[in-house]
């Protein structure tokens, strides 16, 4: 029976390379009334989003729609009683009349004429208070505009949705101010982005010389890094690059990963620039960050995105999310219902804590033969191996016991 106990610790070694991942499911809380219902995926269930399916309570597919970003379109329109030029320090300027939005939150965008590149600038924003006074609107953290290359720009400004005169000026900080040649807006009234963005740290470990790797969850959509620098630091560009395993021994170069933006920390200015946005989403894992000579990351932020679901709810009713199998596909589409989809008006839902999945499934896949199946666990089936022909030679080796006389 001792004999047998390799080969059991072997087999179980196996079976637990071989399992794949579990299936769950997680119950929503139920709906109060009938109708459009969403659904926020929380971090684990975004990881696990491959694959994902809706259920009543009896496992009977339910059609839904992942309303990603991209559902929304703005439509640009001219900016009221606007007239531009300089302040009396001749910084770029201009003062309009902001209209009422009484459905959403205006974006304004820039329209400049740079004479160099690059630049970048803190905006000032100002709207007339009591009295007729200018009153400062400073939010954290404060908005700036920039030009860095061909492509590369970062022109538009949020805005609170507060009718009434305002006034932008900018502020230098970087470069030759262009000279601002129209404003526009763009309302977003009627119109929606469901897509939450949710802050998380990345481990960070020198690797070299002004090299840094970070460390990101797997699964992810990291659309953007926030990445904060030892001051004071002027504007300037980082490579980003995602590493590759050695092939037969030998190393690979890494994959620059796209990206736009610029970084700076300039306390004495008040201004700060932290963000770099992802040409694509990356799926976490390992990052190389390549800073210039004297550059210090103080932390990095992932920036990764939550979608949220929406469905045709029954009031009362038991649903779930089915996560880590095969997707099951529902009878039928909403994209033509979705067209009226309107959030507001929509219930949001809870999601339970995860449990056994009774009606998913494996994702099917070919056949794989012997030797697909073991190679990933033959490095520990020859380190078992060695460890138990090492046993065998020891006890061969080991004398005998002496003969009767």
Request: include cysteine; proline fraction near 12%.
């Amino acid at each position: 029976m001792r004999r047998l106990g390799p080969l059991a610790a072997l087999s179980l070694l196996t079976a637990t390379l071989w399992a794949g991942p579990p299936l769950q499911q997680r119950p929503l809380s139920k709906p109060s009334r009938s109708g459009w219902a969403l659904v926020e995926l929380d971090a684990q269930a975004h990881r696990q989003r491959k694959g994902l399916w809706l259920s009543d309570g009896e496992g009977r597919p339910v059609p839904f729609q992942d309303m990603r970003e991209g559902t929304r379109t703005t439509s640009p329109g001219p900016i009221p009683e606007l007239r531009l030029g300089r302040d009396d320090r001749g910084r770029p300027s201009a003062a309009f009349n902001l209209p009422a939005f009484p459905e959403g939150t205006p974006d304004l965008r820039l329209t400049v004429e740079a004479q160099d590149r690059p630049w970048i600038a803190r905006v000032k924003l100002e709207r007339v208070g009591p009295g007729g006074t200018w009153v400062l609107w400073d939010p954290r953290p404060r908005p700036h505009v920039w030009q860095w290359s061909q492509g590369d720009e970062g022109l538009v400004v949020p805005l609170p949705a507060e009718p009434g005169p305002w006034r932008l000026t900018l502020l230098p900080i970087l470069g030759r101010l262009p000279r601002l040649t129209g404003l526009s807006f763009a309302p977003q009234r009627g119109r929606w982005n469901l897509v939450r963005e949710e802050r998380i740290s990345a481990a960070m470990r020198p690797e070299a010389a002004r090299l840094w790797r970070l460390t990101l969850p797997e699964g992810e959509e990291v659309h953007a890094l926030d990445i904060r620098l030892r001051p004071p630091v002027g504007a300037l560009r980082i490579e980003l690059a995602i590493p590759r395993p050695p092939v037969e021994g030998r190393a690979q170069e890494p994959l620059p990963l796209a990206h736009l933006g610029a970084l700076w920390a300039l306390p004495a200015f008040e201004s700060e620039g932290t963000r770099l946005d992802f040409l694509e989403p990356f799926a976490g894992g390992d990052l190389l960050l390549r800073l210039p000579e004297g550059a210090e990351p103080l932390s990095v932020d992932a920036l990764c995105q939550r979608s949220t679901l929406a469905f045709p709810a029954e009031q009362g009713q038991a649903y779930f999310l089915h996560l880590g199998g095969a997707r099951r596909e529902a009878p039928g589409s909403l994209s033509t219902l979705a067209a009226t989809f309107d959030p507001r008006a929509a219930e949001r839902l809870t999601l339970g804590a995860a449990e056994p999945d009774p009606h998913g499934f494996a994702p099917g896949a070919p056949a794989l033969s012997i030797w697909d199946r073991l190679k990933g666990a033959w490095p520990w089936l020859i380190g078992a191996l060695t460890l138990a022909l090492v046993a065998v030679g020891m006890r061969l080796l080991k004398p005998g016991a002496p003969p009767e006389a």
